[in-house]
């Protein structure tokens, strides 16, 4: 068992980062992770801050969208930008309870835009501080054990964070589709490195500034 004894935490905050106001969880790379690795920022937590952040990008990029929009149906996935969000985010709730063993958090029925954007908010940090805690304590080859599976079978830590970051990558792909077929312009590329080049200018002064 995992148990819940982070101590000493990392979590990816908004400490140095940019979260505009109103527009969710955005999991920047922070003053105080630059200053602890340096040049050596671990690859987890870049990849946990670019599965957070972009999947944050998406959704303000949703919010003025109609619920026609949301609910239009695509041949693809899950069909729907508002389903394929909720997925996204679901997944990250489920594993980060399976991951500390904790009850299952209900479902939200809240699938407004601004209900997705407050879910993400709250469950980013959590499975970042989850997965970098793990990742510490050297214990991502060690197993807990999925009760939803039936029958139970038991998993990697590293597996299970592994997981939910390229299941995000792969249906964010689908949301990139569905936002371009309706029209959405300033759909980003989703890739690691625009949002680390992002994450650097946020932090260039402004020329004349």
Known sequence: MLGTDFSHPEPLTRAG???PKG????????DHAQMQYGAHMPILNRLL???AWTTQQLLVLAQP??????DREFDLGLRTLRATFRHIIRNMEAWTDLITEQDMRPDDDDVSISGLIRRLDTVAPQFAEIAQAIARKGRLDECFTDHFDDPPTRKTFGGAIAHVITHSMHHRAQLLYMLRRLGVSNVP??????WEAQQQSAKTPTPGA
């Open 17 to 19: 980062g940019v979260w």
């Open 23 to 30: 527009s969710g969880a955005v999991v920047a790379l922070s």
């Open 49 to 51: 801050a670019h599965n």
């Open 65 to 70: 969208l109609t619920d026609a929009q949301l």
């Open 189 to 194: 590329e989703g890739d690691v490195l625009s």
